[in-house]
T-cell receptor, first 115, second 112 residues
Framework: KAGVTQTPRYLIKTRGQQVTLSCSPISGHRSVSWYQQTPGQGLQFLFEYFSETQRNKGNFPGRFSGRQFSNSRSEMNVSTLELGDSALYLC??????????????FGPGTRLTVL | AQTVTQSQPEMSVQEAETVTLSCTYDTSESNYYLFWYKQPPSRQMILVIRQEAYKQQNATENRFSVNFQKAAKSFSLKISDSQLGDTAMYFCATGTASKLTFGTGTRLQVTL
């Protein structure tokens, strides 16, 4: 079974631009979560989508948004980029069955650099 | 709210030796899970071991085991017979469903 894939792997943008990152979950996984990883703040939860609906949200400004499609693929968008948005953005998918535990499988990440 | 603290930014261990990584956490959840994730250099994050908070028995996965002290909110990871391939960042995390709160990580270097 193919793992979680993220595209693009690397991205360079300038301040003020917007960016869209894509995540394809493992086949059959219905939940997709996004995390931001920076040296200063570590790993922080952005949001989680399940069945095309945002189910959980972290403490990020409204410039960070996302969506999920009917095939469970997810995109996240960052508008009006700031230097501080430079980070590794990780996507994780899980089965999200009716239980409290769902192992998350992580993708390789998208390295975003904002100049 | 949940917080996870890893007080050891870096650690080093010789091959074949045993090392313990520390983690303390705080959570308001009554039913939660604890995890250790491994992030090798330039490679994907993978789950090393998980512990269900309602289980008293410490989880074990081959060379990896945990010491879960619920009252003390402590969740340490022991790696036995360390191997060069264990070199990585190790993150302690807690959460429910599909939202995880991570610690700042411990960089483990395994040396010859």
């Amino acid at each position: 079974k193919a793992g979680v894939t993220q595209t693009p792997r690397y991205l360079i943008k300038t301040r003020g631009q917007q960016v869209t990152l894509s995540c394809s979950p493992i086949s059959g996984h219905r939940s997709v979560s996004w995390y931001q990883q920076t040296p200063g703040q570590g790993l922080q939860f952005l949001f989680e989508y399940f069945s095309e609906t945002q189910r959980n949200k972290g403490n990020f400004p409204g410039r960070f948004s996302g969506r999920q499609f009917s095939n469970s693929r997810s995109e996240m968008n960052v508008s009006t980029l700031e230097l501080g948005d430079s980070a590794l953005y990780l996507c994780a998918s899980s089965l999200a069955r009716d239980s409290n535990y769902n192992e998350q499988f992580f993708g390789p990440g998208t390295r975003l650099t904002v100049l | 709210a949940q917080t996870v603290t890893q007080s050891q930014p870096e650690m080093s261990v010789q091959e074949a030796e045993t090392v313990t990584l520390s983690c303390t956490y705080d959570t308001s959840e009554s039913n939660y899970y604890l995890f250790w994730y491994k992030q090798p250099p330039s490679r994907q994050m993978i789950l090393v071991i998980r512990q269900e908070a309602y289980k008293q028995q410490n989880a074990t996965e081959n060379r990896f085991s945990v010491n879960f002290q619920k009252a003390a909110k402590s969740f340490s990871l022991k790696i036995s017979d360390s191997q060069l391939g264990d070199t990585a960042m190790y993150f302690c995390a807690t959460g429910t469903a599909s939202k995880l709160t991570f610690g700042t990580g411990t960089r483990l270097q395994v040396t010859l």
